[in-house]
């Protein structure tokens, strides 16, 4: 069973960039499609980002063309590449993992902010 750790959030001005990582352990990272979601206070959780097993990927339209999502099979690590941040951007960001059954991380905060 994989385990996931998510770090690189903060507080980042609007306009600003900040790269989240999602450690995994536990599993064989290659065979997991991956994926970052987030939750703003008093929302839902949403897709933000995924990336299959091959490296294809999908983006929410919010987000197009200001992130990109990424993975190292040699560091069994998922990233987020986050440029042009906004405020609405503002949640906690979670990595997960599918493979049969959903696979969580316990989130990181970014907050964007003047």
């Known amino acids: 069973q994989v385990q996931l750790v998510e770090s690189g959030g903060g507080l980042v001005q609007p306009g600003g960039s900040l790269r989240l990582s999602c450690a995994a352990s536990?599993?064989?990272?290659?065979?997991?499609?991956m994926g970052w979601y987030r939750q703003a206070p008093g929302k839902q959780r949403e897709l933000v980002a995924t990336i299959t097993r091959g490296g294809s990927t999908n983006y929410v339209d919010s987000v197009k063309g200001r992130f990109t999502i990424s993975r190292d099979h040699t560091k069994n690590t998922m990233y987020l590449q986050m440029n042009s941040l906004k405020p609405e951007d503002t949640a906690v960001y979670y990595c997960?993992?599918?493979?049969?059954?959903?696979?969580w991380g316990r989130g990181t905060q970014v907050t964007v902010s003047s």
């Open positions: 997960n993992a599918v493979r049969g059954n959903n696979y």
């Open positions: 536990g599993g064989i990272f290659s065979i997991y499609d």
